[in-house]
Every structure is written in C-alpha cells, then in structure tokens.
C-alpha cells in the first residue's frame, strides 16, 4: 500500500509540506484537527479553501477569493495529509492493526481497502518495537469508518468475494489452456473479459491455485535491464507492437515497466529551486508560463568552440530575465512537487510531464547562462592574465568548463527578490572562485600551436537530469507547446 493516495488539490499538497516542516507536538494537535473535520465533511458538498485550513491550523486567510474544493476530493486529500505527516513522527505502534488485520475487520481485499482511503477511511504511519514502520489503526477507527460508509463497504464486501464454486469454474477455465502456451496473464485477461471480474483478481487467483500455476507458461519478470532497453528502443521509433512479440508481454506490461524505470531515475534527483513571492498567485502558472520570451527558446546547444564563447551571448531585457527566471524555477517546483507524489506504477503521461518540465526548465537556464557569457568570459580572462587565443589549448579548455561549470550552477538558483541576476551575479561568484584558486599557474608553458576542440554538450551538466537531454541535432526538435527539446 502506497505512503498516502494521491493528491487530487495541489492546494491540500502544499498545505501538508507545510504541516510537515512545522514542530512535533504543532504536527500532532493538526493531525487531530485534519481527522476531526473528515468527520464533518460530505462527498456532495463544496468547501471552501480556507475553511479546511481553518479547521486545520486555525489560520483564516485574508483573501476574498477562495478556490471551492469538491467533498469527495477533500476526503481522499485529508487521509493522504494524514499519512504524509504521520510518517515525520514516531509513533508507536501498540494497539495499531495491520492493512491484512484491518482488511480482515472489514472483510475486504487489501486492494479495496487501499480504495478506501480515498472515501475517508485513515492510517497513521507508526513504528513497530524491531524500528520498522508500517500502516496502522485501531479497531475503533474501523468501526467508526464502517458505521460511516456501511453501504459502500457491504457492496465492496460482496463484489471482493469469490464463492467456492466461482473459484472452481474459473481454475477449471483456465486449465483447459494448459499446453497451449499461453501465459498465466493472457488466460487471466481472457477469463476476466469472460467473466466481469477483475484482472488482477483473477490473475492472483490463478497464482495461488498450484495447479494453474504450473500449468501455464510464466514469462520471466522484466528486470530493470529490460525497461531501459525498451525504453531506448521506444525512444528510437520501435513500435510496441514488435516489443510485444520480442518480450512476450503486453503493451501495458511494458508501458508500466518503462515508467517504473522512469519514475525510480527521477525520485533520485535533487531538483533545487527558488521559492518566489509570484507563486501564490492563483493563475501563476497561466501568467508565468504564457510568455513569449519563455515559450521561444532556443534548442539545447550541442558543442561550442571555446575560444568562441563570447559570441554565443545572447540579451535579455531585465523584465525577460525576471519571467525566464521565474518559469524555470516553477517549472522546477511543479516537477518536485509531482515526483513526491508518484506512485509505485505511475502514468506515463505524468511522467512525460515531468520530464518535459526539466527540460523545458533547462533551456531556461541555458538562455540566463548566455547572458552571463560575456562578464564571466571577461573575469575569467582577468584571471588568466592573457587573452583566451594566447593560452594552451588544453588550458582554454579547462577554464572555459570551469566557467561552465560554475556560471551554469549560479543560473540555476537566481533570485530576482535579492537583487541576483545574470549579467553581474555568475561573474561575481566567478571572479571568487577563481581567486580561490591559481588559474594563472604554468602560464609560462608555451601556447599549444594547435585549436582547442569544441566542448560537446557544454550545458548539459550543470542539471541533474542530464540524462534527458538530447545529444544529436535529431534529436533537438522543438515542442510546439512549450518549446522544449524532446527525446
């Protein structure tokens, strides 16, 4: 079972990190707060934004404006706010049920009882005696949830159950597949189709009748090998329909292996960014986002000639700078924000999402580093003592990358709010750090006769998410939405 379900109000995330960072006995009175008002919320009704913070933290907003949030999503968002924050404390576990005990109490699948959640009923996170944390609740909270939603849980009972006599015919159905080398999935999507049930029901049926298991032909998992091949061989132009056939697999098993693979790669990122004021505006993303300076941006440079650096600088108006700054920085914050929330087996259009934002937010930074060009050209020449034509080749290579390296880690985290911008912070950072170090040692070594080569893809480490980038002109093909650079 997941940490929390998924957020359906961003406005109910935010709320929770916020909770999260707040002191210990602050988090666990809010907590008390957030499972009083489940009790007096209704699926069919509307809420106002603050009337949830309110009841929560006893902090009413000013604005006359509140966004109206639906019952049954403010549900679901106060049992995930409840998960996320209990995990931050250790609580014991005495008394606490298990998801297998607590799925027995109410004689439902442990699969419904995840469904559950989204209709009101809380876990809290607590820690066993052996330091493991798991899921729990108590007996009461059971009952009390089950004198709630009777009715929903009589239909979940009856509809999880299979009779003795259903369970015969569908093991018999599928025994009559045996020899035909057919896989124990694909009988079981047939038998589903057949019979109404679910998929997986009867696939996990089938997996534990010894028979059936035996019977018919198991496919070895995809390993984590398998979903980065495929997930290179979709990215060239190999259609499903031959993956299918090379992997024995269907479309969905393997798009849901690519974005398990996928989604593991971004959860590993540290993405940094600057929260700014313009962020509450409640059409920030709108605002931000729609202008023309952020939606015309220039591919992904791919090489550049060191001693030619100075002449990929580009302008920017101070106002262009402020809004390229402040998209890249959403854009940072909204891919974040949905990579704590992914699932085990997420979308893959949500993760096509993030990773496009990164992009996107990258060739943001590539345009606030050609602005620094020219200050930061001119520092590191200050250093160095001789124009960059006069150094060894080798040389010029090596403090052009250090520019690079250096100019592109300051873009990233620009704040306008403090004055920070891109024609005087980097070079500034830049003429420390260099000072810091003795870029003028061995200078007397004769200059080398030969060009220094070109710096292939010279932005593409100063992110994380390289590995998203593009590396061939093929491959640098503009977004028409969003003028990203697509793989």
């Known amino acids: 079972m997941p940490i929390a379900p998924k957020f359906q109000v961003k406005y109910i995330y935010e709320l929770a990190l916020q909770i999260k960072r707040a002191p210990e006995k602050v988090r666990r009175k809010q907590i008390e707060a957030a499972e009083e008002l ?6 069919g009704s509307l809420y106002p934004l603050d009337y949830a913070v309110y009841r929560i933290t006893q902090y009413r907003s000013d604005s006359l404006e509140q966004p109206m949030i639906a019952g049954s999503a403010l549900i679901g968002d106060i049992v995930s706010l409840i998960a996320i924050i209990s995990r931050t404390l250790d609580t014991g576990s005495e008394g606490m049920l298990t998801v297998a005990q607590a799925a027995n109490y109410l004689t439902v699948s442990t699969r419904t009882l995840s469904r559950l959640r989204q209709v009101g009923l809380v876990f809290y996170w607590v820690v066993d005696s052996d330091g493991r944390r798991r899921l729990g609740c108590t007996e009461e909270m059971l009952q009390a949830f089950k004198d709630r939603k009777n009715e929903r849980l009589t239909s979940a009972s009856h509809f999880s159950r299979l009779s003795i006599e259903e369970r015969k015919k569908i093991i018999d159905s599928a025994l009559e597949y045996k020899g035909s080398g057919r896989t124990l999935n694909d009988v079981a999507l047939q038998i589903a189709n057949e ?23 198991h496919s070895p998992p995809l390993s984590k090998f398998d979903a980065r091949v495929i997930d290179r ?3 060239i132009g190999i259609s499903w329909e031959t993956l299918t056939h090379r992997y024995d697999r269907t479309v969905d098993a393997l798009r849901k292996a690519v974005a398990r693979q996928r989604a593991t790669k971004l959860k590993q990122l540290k993405i940094n960014y600057v929260e700014l004021e313009v962020f509450s505006r409640d059409d920030a993303e709108e605002v931000i986002l729609g202008a023309p300076v952020i939606l015309n941006l220039m591919p992904p440079l791919l090489s550049i000639d060191p001693l030619k650096f100075s002449l990929y600088a580009v302008e920017l108006s101070a106002n262009d ?14 891919a974040s924000l949905h990579i704590e929330n992914l699932q085990y087996s997420p979308q893959i259009e949500l993760i096509e999402k993030i990773e496009a934002d990164l ?7 590539q345009q606030l580093i050609l602005k620094a060009v020219p200050s930061s ?17 080798v040389r010029v290579t090596a403090l052009i990358k250090n ?8 873009c990233g985290m620009l704040d306008p709010s403090k004055g920070q911008f891109a024609g005087k912070t980097p070079s500034s950072v830049l003429d420390r750090a260099l000072s810091a170090s003795d870029v003028s040692q061995s200078l007397d070594v004769a200059a080398a006769r030969q060009q ?5 893809y010279p932005f593409h480490e100063v992110v994380p998410w390289s590995y998203l980038l593009p590396r061939t002109i093929e491959e640098c093909s503009i977004d028409g939405n969003k003028k990203t650079a697509a793989i």
Request: no cysteine; glycine share 6%.
């Open 403 to 410: 520019v690079i390296s250096i100019v592109g880690s300051v």
């Open 321 to 334: 700078e402020i809004s390229i700054v402040s998209a890249m920085h959403l854009l940072r914050k909204r």
């Open 359 to 365: 992009r996107w937010s990258f060739l943001l930074q």
């Open 195 to 217: 019979t109404g049930r679910g998929h997986e029901t009867i696939r996990g049926l089938l997996q534990s009748d010894a028979r059936a298991n035996e019977s018919l032909h």
């Open 38 to 43: 489940l009790l007096d919320l209704d699926e």
């Open 233 to 235: 061989a979709r990215r």
């Open 377 to 393: 050209v001119a520092t590191a020449v200050q250093h160095a003592g001789r124009p960059l034509h006069e150094l060894p080749s």
């Open 452 to 456: 220094p080569t070109d710096i292939m």
